[in-house]
C-alpha cells in the first residue's frame, strides 16, 4: 500500500517532535497496557501448566506449554460440544439476519404498501426495550412452543432483534432508485430486482451486521443460561461459567477454557478489524 | 375477490419481503413485551398459568419490601456503579480520544485496535478475568499491594469494598465505542476552525476547550446514553465476580430480576422489576430526545 511510506515520511519530518507528543504516547501505550492487562495474565496463566490454585507469585510470562489445555479437552466431556453449539447459535442467528434483515430493510426503505409506517414504527418501538423485560414471557413462550434445553430455543429470540432492519432500511434508502426501475422494465421478477439489484449494493452494511450479530450471540450469556440445561447442549459462555463451579480446584482447566472461549472472536476481530471500526461508526458495534 | 388480487398483484411481494422477520418478531419480542406488562399485575405458576393480583400494584409492593428492600438497595448499587463508570468511560474516551486525533494514520488505528480488542471478548470474560485481578489469594491487585508493602484487600469478599472493585473493574475497562465514535466525531471538525483559532493566538489547549468539546456534543450525549443504559442493565460483570452477592453489597436490578425470575421462579415480582427497568431507561432515551432537538449544525 502507498499510503504506508506517506504517512510514515509524514511522521518523520513534517512533525516536530514535541514533549507534548511524547507524553501523549506514554499516556496512550499505558492505558493500552492496563487495558490489554487482564486478558494477557489469563492467556499467560492458561499456556503455563497449573493443576492447583495459580502461584502467589503472578506467572507474567507464559511457558507456552499446552498440558492445561490436554486436561480441558480430556477432562472436561463436553468443551467441545460447547464450541461446536456456540458456532451453530452464532452462525445461525447471523445466517438469518443477513438474509431476512436486508429484505425487511428494502420492503421498508424502498416499497410502499398499505401499513408499512405503522409496522416500521412497532418494530422501532421495541428497540429499545431491554432484554431483561421480555425474559420471563421468553421462557413462558419458549417452553410451550417445545424450545426448551435447545439451540432452536436460543437462536430464535435473537431473529426476532430488529436493530439489523433498521440498520439494513437506514443504507438502503440511500441507494439510487433508478436500477430497480430499468430492471423492472426489462421485465425483472420482484425477487429478482431484490437479489441481483440491492443485494450486490448492500455488502458493506451487511458485513457490518453480520459481525455485529456474530460476535453478539457468540458472547451471548444471560438468555442461554436460562434456556439451556443439560450440559451437553450449553454454549460455551454458560459451559465455562460453569467450569468454575466444576473445578474450583484446577485452575489450569478454568484458565485455559475462558481463553478458548475468548480467542476465536479476538483471531476474528484481527483479521476483520477495518470492519468492527466500521461497525461502530455505523452504531452497529457497542464496547 | 378481483379486489383482493389486485392488492395482493401490487403489493403482495412487499408483505412476503416482510414476513419472515414480522413473524420471529410477533412471537419473539412484541408478545414477550405485551405479555410481560400483564405478568407484572399477576401472579404466575408454571402450573396454574395467571391470576390477577389484588390491590393491582401488589408485585410492586413485594419488589420493593422483600428481603427488607433489598430491591432499594440493588436500585442504588446499580445508580452509583452507573455514575462512576460513565463519567469515567466518558472521559476517559474524550481524552484517548484527543490523544489519539493528531498521531499518523497508522498509530490511531493501532491504539484503536489495542482498545477495541477487549471488547470483542464477552462480558462474562472480561468478568473472569477481573475475578482472578482481585482474587483475594493469588490476585495481581494483592500482589502489587505486597509489592508496595500494604495489607491485601479482600477485593471481592468484603461487603464494603466489594462494589467499588466491580465498578473499578468497569471504570478499568477502555470503553472502546467512545474512543473510535469521539475520534470519528473530531476527524470530521473542518481544519479552517482550528487555523482560524490559531490565528488568534489559541494554544492547542484552548482550540480543545472551545472547539473540539463543543462540536462533539451530539457525540458525548448519544455515548452517554448507550452507556447510562448498558450500565443500567449490568449483569455477567455482577454474576461471575460476586457470585454470592456478598450480603447483598453488589446486587444489581439485573441480578435481582433474575434472582426472583429464575431462582425463585416469582414472574410476577420479577416482571414488576423489570418495569421498573424499562421506566427508568425510557427516561434516559426521553432525555436524549428532548436534548437532541438543540443539538449544534456545522
Known sequence: MSA????????????????????????????????????????ANALTPITDTPPLTPILLPAFQFDNFQRLFGGTR?????????????????????LFDALAGYAFAKRSFPGRDLLFAVLLSTLMVPIHVTLIPLYLISRSLGLMDSLLGVILPGTANVFGIFLMRQYIKTLPTEMEEAARIDGCSEPRVFWSIILPLCKPAMAALAIFTFVRYWNDFLWPLIILNRPQNYTLTVGVANL????????????????????????????????????VRMGALKG | MTNLRRFLRRHGWSYAFILPSLLTFVIFTLAPVIWALLISFQKYSL??????????????????????????????????????????????GLVLASLIQPLSNWLRTFFRAAYYLPAVTSALIIGMTWAYIF??????????????????????????????SVTLSAVLTVPATAVVLFSAAMGSIPR??????????????????HITVPLIKSTTLYLVVIYTIASF??????????????????????????????????FGVASAQALVLFVMIAAVAAVQFRLLRSDVEY
Request: proline content about 4%.
Open chain 1, 4 to 43: 504506508y511510506p506517506l504517512s510514515r515520511r509524514r511522521w518523520l519530518t513534517a512533525r516536530r517532535p514535541r514533549p507534548g507528543r511524547l507524553v501523549a504516547l506514554s499516556v496512550l501505550i499505558g492505558v493500552a497496557i492496563v487495558a490489554l492487562f487482564p486478558m494477557y495474565w489469563l492467556f
Open chain 2, 47 to 92: 402450573t396454574r398459568g395467571g391470576q390477577w393480583v389484588s390491590p393491582f400494584y401488589q408485585n410492586f409492593v413485594v419488589a420493593f419490601t422483600q428481603l427488607n428492600g433489598v430491591f432499594v438497595q440493588a436500585i442504588g448499587n446499580t445508580l452509583i456503579y452507573t455514575l462512576v463508570t460513565v463519567t469515567a468511560h466518558i472521559t476517559i
Open chain 1, 244 to 279: 468454575q463451579a466444576e473445578f474450583m480446584t484446577d485452575w489450569g482447566v478454568i484458565f485455559s477454557g475462558a481463553t478458548m472461549a475468548a480467542l476465536p472472536m479476538i483471531i476474528f476481530f484481527l483479521a476483520f478489524q477495518k470492519y468492527f471500526i466500521e461497525g
Open chain 2, 135 to 164: 482474587n483475594a489469594q493469588w490476585g495481581f491487585a494483592n500482589y502489587l499491594l505486597r509489592l508496595a508493602g500494604l495489607a491485601p484487600v479482600r477485593w471481592l469478599s468484603d461487603p464494603d469494598i466489594a462494589l467499588a
Open chain 1, 78 to 98: 463436553y468443551y467441545l460440544n460447547w464450541m461446536l453449539n456456540s458456532l451453530v447459535v452464532a452462525l445461525g442467528t447471523t445466517a438469518w439476519h443477513i
Open chain 2, 192 to 209: 479552517e476552525y482550528y487555523e482560524a483559532a490559531e490565528l488568534d493566538g489559541a494554544n492547542p489547549i484552548q482550540q480543545w476547550r
Open chain 2, 233 to 266: 442493565e449490568v449483569f455477567e460483570r455482577v454474576y461471575v465476580m460476586v457470585p454470592s452477592g456478598v450480603a447483598n453489597s453488589t446486587q444489581t436490578i439485573v441480578t435481582q430480576i433474575y434472582n426472583n425470575g429464575f431462582k425463585d421462579l416469582n
